[in-house]
């Protein structure tokens, strides 16, 4: 699939609200945290799928998806860790974006309206880290460039999964509901100004 066509479904999940021009010069003079945290948030994912998958280890289609998507996420988490040692970056922590968390603050307490919104907030950290990289490829350097690209397909597939989980186990929910009011949120967290300069972070102060 080309990445024109993997995009076009993610633009259209993400209200087509898409990166602002300032973050993309934003995260050009800062590579350096760009992939600090880029490294993070491969380990986050891989986390956060293998927590799902034992927290509903008797759900085999979410099981066959999130043990794949740990295996995916694992593997990006040390490409990137190469990339960083071989352009002489000291590995650090980083402090959270508001990104993640802020979406996090809509996910209800209660089953399964909980199993749904994890699923539906995973879909949209996958679907924007995909328009992110997606955004990002014609002004990285060639090696760079070269490995986001081939992060798309796996991100966009990403995305997809939690969606088709989501409908899954919605149990009469109306899921593209809930997707509209979790939408409005991640469109703000990406539209308004942020202090912060993250990958997942806002229009940069």
């Not at 999940?13 to 490294?39: K, S």
Request: with cysteine; net charge negative; aromatic share 6%.
């Amino acid at each position: 699939m080309t990445a024109p066509a993997i995009l076009e479904p993610i633009i259209e999940f993400l209200g087509h609200v898409t990166t602002p021009q300032a973050w993309i010069e934003r995260a050009l003079v800062e590579q350096e945290i760009l992939l600090l945290d880029h490294r993070v948030l491969e380990y986050k994912a891989a986390q956060s799928a293998l927590s799902l998958l034992g927290r509903h280890i008797n759900r085999p289609e979410l099981t066959a998806k999130m043990s794949r998507l740990v295996r995916e996420e694992l593997v990006h988490f040390e490409q990137v860790t190469r990339l960083i040692k071989k352009r002489g970056i000291a590995l650090k922590g980083l402090s959270a974006s508001r990104y993640a968390a802020g979406l996090r603050t809509l996910v209800r307490a209660q089953e399964p309206h909980k199993l749904i919104d994890i699923l539906i907030v995973g879909a949209f950290i996958e679907a924007r880290s995909c328009e992110r990289f997606a955004a990002l490829v014609p002004h990285l350097d060639a090696e760079l460039a070269k490995f986001y690209a081939g992060l798309l397909e796996s991100e966009g597939r990403h995305y997809q999964g939690y969606i088709e989980l989501a409908r899954l186990y919605a149990e009469g929910e109306d899921v593209e509901a809930r997707i509209a009011e979790i939408r409005a949120e991640e469109n703000r967290l990406i539209s308004t100004p942020d202090e912060q300069f993250r990958f997942h972070s806002g229009v940069p102060v």
